[in-house]
């Protein structure tokens, strides 16, 4: 169960991580970069397994794969949004923060708590009383996101 | 039957694909810049000794050259290092230029092939039909280890330019033009073919203009046909074996789109996005505090004549910084030889060494609080190129000439009459 926090269209990833904090390595120090610049307060306010819900085009922008970690360094459990940039769509699996695509994210308000259920391919908002049914992954995505990302995924000796 | 996208992953994957399919493609091209530092680090974790194959990894040093901070050269260093352990045959230090344009002055973007950076303007590359596309780090770490990279086949849209060019008006006039209409996300996780005679006229430098462009409306690989302008470059620049795949003449497209030439204008995308695309009418005036002309999307040799061309004889506006940067070493020498830095300088611009430069705000050229810029770039989100609260358009090479002489933003067409 993660409380929601509500984003509209295309928010970029020079917004989710500022390009000068790109040098930085260290989970935690990284994690207090997410939004930085725009909405300082959000590191420190949000709760693990907090969930983002966006409108379209979610991390459009460049390819930093900071853009993902941080939001997922920072306790986020689960991006939601009417659809994504390809790049943070695929960062976002590989490093095993689940992304779901969703048309109904308008109807989702800010800190509404969600219920995601990725096996049954369901999700709960509990403060309105809504279920919605979440698209299945395919195979491969399935594979990565269940071994808890990509890297994880080829230690186990797999291959792509 | 298929489009340029679905050829090229037939071919790279042993068997006929269609759209919606996830397929498994062998990587011919795999490119990082400084961002190697973090894909060294997943590398590291998953534990393969080697790397796949050292003659396919391209690395490209442009992000901070040379580096601005003890973390940066701390990564190059461990780049460096890598590069020695693992004796990757294609590393380009600091003196070489950016890495879009590196890729294709090294021979390394060639028609057919598949080329993955982890960079996400790698699209850049589909101006010479590869199916390039950007990634991230810990996907690259995985392609080092396995040469190897699932794929959603791409559905595509096709783009016909056709007529001609007015004068002050450029492929950044045009791929604006078009952002504009498609918005920032009309191309996501598609597939664009760019085609029509105008397309064809064009040089290769802008063509690049197109397929790097093409990044900012969600394109996943943007395409630009090969022809005898593409072979002759790849001849030049003794690129290695390429073949030229094209689309099919039945091929499905899920959208088409006719833009007249003839009719576009200069434009200037506006603060905080890059479809908020005007004509430079709209915004003439805007007062500046920097111009920028750089970048793998406009710091070739055409763009810098271009802005010779307006400066030649005229200087920068008293209080406003012009800062010029090359997009390689090779464009560099190119601009010294022909005389267009001696212009710049005397125009009061400042040059800056080939890389990224001010583009992603990280040195060179930062931008304060409240201050306007005009750049060449690509991207004008809140915060790219310093302060959340400075204000970027993006514009041609001649567009940002024209605005650095008046310190203000300014149609170039007036001085090219
Ligand atoms: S010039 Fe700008 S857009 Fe191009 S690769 Fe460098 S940072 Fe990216």
């Known amino acids: 169960m993660g409380k929601v926090w509500k984003f509209g269209d295309d928010v970029n990833t020079d917004v989710i991580y500022p390009g000068y904090a790109l040098k930085v390595t260290n989970p935690d120090e990284m994690a207090k970069y997410a939004f930085a610049e725009v909405y300082p307060e959000f590191s420190k306010e949000v709760k693990e397994g907090d969930i983002i819900v966006a409108g379209k085009n979610f991390g459009c ?100 | ?76 260093k461990k780049i460096r290092n890598f590069v020695k352990e693992q004796g990757i045959k294609h590393f380009y230090d600091i003196n070489t230029g950016i890495c879009h344009q590196v890729l294709a002055e090294k021979g390394f973007s060639r028609p057919g092939i598949v080329l993955v950076g982890t960079d996400s303007h790698t699209t850049t590359a589909g101006a010479f039909g590869a199916f390039a596309t950007g990634i991230g780090a810990t996907e690259m770490a995985g392609v080092w280890a396995t040469g190897r990279i699932w794929f959603k086949v791409p559905e595509t849209i096709k783009i016909n330019v056709e007529g001609e060019l007015s004068k002050g008006v450029y492929a950044k006039d045009v791929i604006l033009h078009i952002i504009g209409h498609l918005r920032a996300d009309g191309a996501n996780y598609m597939a664009v073919e760019f085609d029509g005679d105008t397309i064809k006229n064009m040089s290769i430098a802008s063509r690049m203009v197109l397929s790097n462009l093409s990044m900012e409306m969600g394109a996943k690989v943007a395409f630009v046909y090969p022809d005898e302008k593409t072979k002759k470059w790849l001849e030049e620049r003794k690129a290695k074996p390429y073949r030229f795949i094209l689309p099919d003449k039945e091929a499905r497209y899920v959208d088409e789109y006719n833009f007249d030439a003839s009719e576009i204008t200069p434009k200037v995308a506006c603060p905080h996005t890059v479809d908020n695309v005007k004509s430079i009418e709209e915004v003439e005036g805007t007062e500046i505090n920097q111009a920028f002309i750089g970048s793998c999307t406009n710091g070739r040799l055409e763009d810098l004549r271009e802005a010779a061309k307006i400066l030649k004889g005229r200087k920068v506006k008293e209080g406003v910084r012009l800062i010029i940067g090359p997009a390689s070493w090779e464009v560099y020498r190119d601009a010294m030889r022909e005389g267009l830095l001696d212009i710049f300088i005397e125009a009061g611009g400042v040059i800056i060494n080939p890389g990224c430069g001010p583009c992603l705000g990280a040195h060179q050229g930062i931008l304060a609080s409240g201050e306007v810029a005009i750049s060449t770039t690509n991207r004008n989100f809140q915060g790219r190129m310093g302060s959340p609260e400075s204000f970027v358009y993006l514009a041609s090479p001649a567009a940002v000439a024209a605005s650095a002489i008046e310190g203000k933003i300014a149609d170039p067409r007036k001085y090219l009459r």
């Not at chain 1, 399935?142 to 995924?153: E, H, K, T, V």
């Open chain 1, 61 to 160: 922008g460049s390819s930093r794969e900071q853009a993902a970690l941080c939001l997922k360094y920072v306790g986020i459990s689960c991006v939601i949004a009417k659809s994504f940039a390809r790049i943070f769509y695929r960062n976002a699996i590989n490093i095993g923060l689940p992304v779901i695509e969703l048309k109904e994210t308008d109807e989702i308000n800010e800190g509404d708590e969600l219920e995601v259920d990725l096996n049954e391919g369901i999700l709960r908002n509990v403060t309105q009383g809504k279920e919605y049914k979440i698209k299945p992954y395919p195979e491969i995505i399935r594979r990565i996101i269940d071994a808890g990302g990509l890297i994880n995924y080829l230690k186990e000796g797999k291959n792509v």
């Open chain 2, 1 to 76: 039957m298929g489009t340029l996208a679905e050829n090229i992953l037939a071919e790279a994957s042993g068997k006929s694909v269609s759209p919606g399919e996830i397929v498994y493609a062998g990587v011919d091209t795999a490119m990082s810049h400084e961002n190697a530092a973090l894909v060294i680090r997943w590398f590291r974790e998953i534990g393969r000794e080697r790397v796949w194959d050292n003659e396919k990894i391209v690395i490209i040093f442009d992000h901070r050259v040379p580096a601005e901070s003890i973390k940066t050269a701390e990564g190059q």
